[in-house]
């Protein structure tokens, strides 16, 4: 596993983001996977608090969810298909049968039907074939103008054209306009080696750990003063060798 903290510029403005991104080589079912806190779906925890139940070495806030907990979209955790969505949402999974990545549009029935050991649903396609697919992605989801072009902490999963998963945090501040639109996002990720690539939950949710601790600067409440956002599922790499 290679990480790397970034130093980026916010193009829009004169603030210069802090990045923090991942790459892991060889993933299987045993190093990746998507970590709920204890109690599952209706529940919410810190990102670092999962991370360590879960023995996770390196971990992120992963997908979406209301503010009573309830997990939203698709999501199966360790071979367990949690819950389906109708709503046509990108999805990043791994498949049990070999290991492959499986990111795009999945309907209930296929959850099910192409076996997941884990997958999660983000809000926005980012990169597709080494392209951005953002502006397709946006007419696809119905995704509002105010979520992508709001300038904000993002998170994001994908993998390099190799087959080395990726992880993607960049910190920001909402009261200030601090972090980047989804196109900026897009753009950065794909300056990073992203082939496919899936936006997951951001603002004040983006929470990059490392070895159990926070290495990046949360903002939970949107404002400057820097904590942790309780959140329900987690990105998990564990039992990386390499």
Not at 114 to 141: A, T
Not at 193 to 211: C, F
Request: aromatic letters at 8%; hydrophobic letters at 35%.
């Amino acid at each position: 596993m290679e990480t790397k903290h970034l130093r980026v510029p916010q193009n829009k403005y004169s603030y210069e983001l802090d990045a923090y991104f991942a790459s892991i080589t060889g993933v299987n079912s045993s190093t990746f996977g998507i970590g709920l806190p204890v109690g599952g779906c209706g529940n919410r925890a810190t990102t670092s608090a999962t991370a360590n139940e879960n023995h996770c070495k390196y971990a992120t806030n992963a997908g979406f969810f209301t503010n009573d907990g309830d997990c939203l979209g698709n999501l199966v955790v360790n071979n367990k298909v949690v819950q389906t969505s109708p709503h046509l949402n990108a999805n990043f999974g791994l498949r049990k049968s070999d290991g492959a990545f499986v990111l795009g549009y999945i309907n209930s029935t296929n959850v099910t039907t192409i076996g997941f050991s884990s997958l999660v649903s983000g809000v926005g396609w980012l990169v597709k074939d080494g392209r951005s697919f953002i502006q397709e992605s946006i007419i696809l989801e119905q995704i509002s103008n105010g979520f992508v072009t709001e300038f904000a902490p993002r998170t994001a999963i994908g993998h390099d054209k190799q087959g080395r998963l990726l992880l993607l945090q960049v910190d920001g501040e909402e009261d200030i306009r601090k972090g980047m639109d989804l196109y900026q996002f897009t753009d950065l990720f794909i300056s990073l080696g992203a082939w496919n690539a899936v936006n997951l939950d951001g603002g004040g949710s983006s929470t990059s750990v490392e070895d159990g601790k926070v290495i990046n600067n949360p903002t939970c409440n949107d404002t400057p003063v820097i904590c942790e956002r309780p959140v329900t599922t987690i990105t998990c790499i564990k039992n990386v060798n390499n």
